[in-house]
């Protein structure tokens, strides 16, 4: 039974359903909620309350949707409020836990689990273990956590590179390396093994409550039919146009493979974004006198297959498309389609191959981060030479500024720019830091440089900043609008 065929089964007040809804996203809302509160109990608490929710709420999906991306909303939702609650009574910064690395602390996670909560951003967390638990794809993982695609690459290979860092490190294997496959095959073991059952508390919890509100909810469905038929006849009214028109609306990431590999953005019909997923879709994308934001994905894709034609870069392959999202298989078949009737007796158009795909976005997450990391070495080499002295000259005016920041007279990003060079614990990263954690970590460093010089600079300071610069390259594909759980809500984190 498929996800989102359980789901439908339960928005028709069927509760049975619900054993495979939950057997099929156990891990998914564990290893999502741990990703926000850090702490299992917090994360069990999580799941409990989104599951609820997904019993109450159920009536709520449309089936066809994306049922993973539809609960994985609610687990997100239910732990920003978590910490909403808890920020004052549990503490979820690891850098105020002071237990060591893999003390206690295994049986709970498992050691490779609870080396990545300590070590990962939250982020890269959720994007490793929706891999390694669960097996998705990066392209299942961009629609279930609604993050472009380059976004969650980019977190998955910061991820492998943390851990196989911090590993060897550690010597935990011996010091032997471990590959990207050996990591994740043994964070799938653990999370087999570690990840909580809350299933039976659900369901005492939603017999104690209002557990049977899809039920009665489908029930009242039936109470005033003349006013549900008139509000129907309005809604088909209202969409019927784009019925008509085969839009299929919400968001769809759509890929097109000719030689040169495309990654279109799709929201409501637009094409929001666009990323050339190899060298020779770069080189299509700078010589292209034209935009392709605004236009519809059918639009985008001829154009693009156009370009490609123009410089002589469609090989006997032919043109493959894909899609993901919210009705991808319709979108890909309409750009298919209308790249069919373009191209007809000239070139191929088939449907892309996820093996296909998966191969060009591997290549993709190669070449962009050797390339970016090559781009920084080069030029930020000069930096290193007169670091030292530009760490040194921060460490005055550290304290005046802070207290100007809370007095107002300088925005934290003003502030984040200026001591950016002193790491991410003497700045505002998460937004929400007190000052006297920001002082009691300021002190920290100080003693450390007055203790170690320059040497503690160049070999902490420096490598953390570059970190730094890679991340703030991440910030510019994040999704900047991250609230689209249907309520007038800001997310904590947008």
Not at 48 to 63: D, F, H, P, S
Not at 113 to 128: C, G, M, N, Q, T
Not at 172 to 179: C, E, I, L, P, T
């Amino acid at each position: 039974m498929t996800l989102d065929h359980a789901m439908g089964m339960l928005a028709d007040g069927d509760r049975s359903a619900f054993d495979e809804v939950y057997r099929q996203t156990q891990k998914t809302v564990y290893y999502l909620a741990l990703s926000y509160v850090r702490e299992r109990m917090l994360a069990e608490d999580v799941m409990q309350a989104t599951y609820l929710k997904v019993l109450t709420r159920a009536g709520q999906y449309r089936r066809g949707s994306n049922a993973a991306a539809w609960i994985a909303r609610i687990a997100r939702n239910e732990a920003l409020d978590v910490l909403r609650r808890r920020r004052r009574e549990v503490s979820v910064d690891e850098r105020e836990n002071p237990v060591p690395f893999g003390v206690n602390e295994v049986d709970d996670y498992g050691l490779l689990v609870d080396l990545a909560r300590r070590i990962l951003k939250r982020e890269e967390f959720s994007v490793l273990m929706l891999a390694a638990a669960e097996g998705y794809k990066r392209r299942e993982i961009a629609v279930i956590l609604a993050m472009p695609l380059p976004t969650v690459t980019w977190h998955y290979s910061r991820a492998v590179q943390k851990m196989q860092r911090a590993l060897a490190e550690k010597e935990m294997r011996g010091g032997s390396a471990m590959n990207r496959r050996e990591l994740e095959h043994e964070l799938y073991q653990e999370s087999e093994e570690h990840v909580p059952d809350v299933y039976a508390r659900v369901l005492r919890e939603a017999e104690r409550g209002d557990g049977g509100e899809v039920l009665v909810r489908t029930k009242r469905r039936w109470v005033f039919p003349a006013v549900l038929l008139a509000g129907l006849m309005v809604l088909l009214a209202c969409i019927l146009p784009f019925a008509l028109r085969g839009g299929s609306g919400g968001l769809a990431n759509l890929y097109i493979s000719i030689n040169p590999s495309v990654e279109f953005v799709v929201e409501d019909e637009r094409v929001t974004g666009v990323r050339a997923l190899n060298r020779d879709a770069a080189v299509v994308l700078a010589d292209a006198d034209v935009s392709f934001i605004g236009m519809t994905p059918e639009e985008a894709g001829v154009k693009f297959a156009q370009l490609s034609e123009a410089h002589r870069l469609i090989t006997a392959q032919g043109i493959g498309v894909y899609a993901t999202g919210e009705n991808g298989e319709e979108l890909a078949r309409r750009v298919r389609e209308r790249l069919t009737g373009e191209y007809a007796g000239t070139y191929s158009v088939h449907e892309l191959a996820a093996a296909d795909l998966d191969a060009i976005l591997a290549a993709y997450d190669e070449d962009a981060m050797g390339d970016f990391e090559d781009y920084l070495e080069r030029e930020l080499s000069h930096l290193r030479k007169d670091f030292a002295s530009r760490v040194r000259a921060l460490l005055p005016t550290y304290e005046e500024d802070l207290a100007a920041v809370l007095a107002g007279g300088m925005t934290r990003e003003q502030f984040n720019a200026k001591y950016l060079y002193l790491g991410e614990d003497c700045i505002f990263e998460d937004g929400d830091e007190e000052e006297e954690d920001l002082l009691e970590e300021f002190d920290k460093l100080r003693r450390d440089i007055g203790r170690y010089g320059d040497d503690y600079i160049y070999d902490e300071l420096y490598d953390e900043f570059l970190e730094a610069v890679e991340e703030s390259y991440e910030d510019r594909f994040e999704d900047e609008d991250d609230d689209d759980d249907g309520d007038d809500d800001d997310d904590e984190d947008d």
